[in-house]
Nanobody, 113 residues
Framework: QLQASGGGLVQPGGSLGLSCAPSETVFSINTMGWYRQAPGSQRELVAG???????NYAESVKGRFTISRDDVGNTVYPQMHNVKPEDTANYYCYAVANSVAYWGQGTQVTVSN
């Protein structure tokens, strides 16, 4: 129910943008954001933003990633800057509406030369 786009191959130190939006109308979305999961690792929160604009970042991405949100289209835009090889993972967008969590299909980000 969430459509993610972006992702791909990026060189270390480069930038990459992702986006995520519901594929159908979802009302009363409170929080949207992204998790990521690298091979052999647990899924971890990357960044989240509430409908009030409060933002939460993982310590590992603070100062490098930013997240913004378009409340009209319920679209969330994470921007990844100064990426590192350890940012390589499958990135999943999520949304919470009326205490129900919705997930996107995942998009691969690979940081490599």
């Amino acid at each position: 129910q969430l459509q993610a786009s972006g992702g791909g191959l990026v060189q270390p130190g480069g930038s990459l943008g992702l986006s995520c939006a519901p594929s159908e109308t979802v009302f009363s979305i409170n929080t949207m954001g992204w998790y990521r999961q690298a091979p052999g690792s647990q899924r971890e929160l990357v960044a989240g933003i509430t409908n009030g604009g409060a933002v939460n970042y993982a310590e590992s991405v603070k100062g490098r990633f930013t997240i913004s949100r378009d409340d009209v289209g319920n679209t969330v835009y994470p921007q990844m800057h100064n990426v590192k090889p350890e940012d390589t993972a499958n990135y999943y967008c999520y949304a919470v509406a009326n205490s129900v969590a919705y997930w996107g299909q995942g998009t691969q980000v690979t940081v490599s030369n």
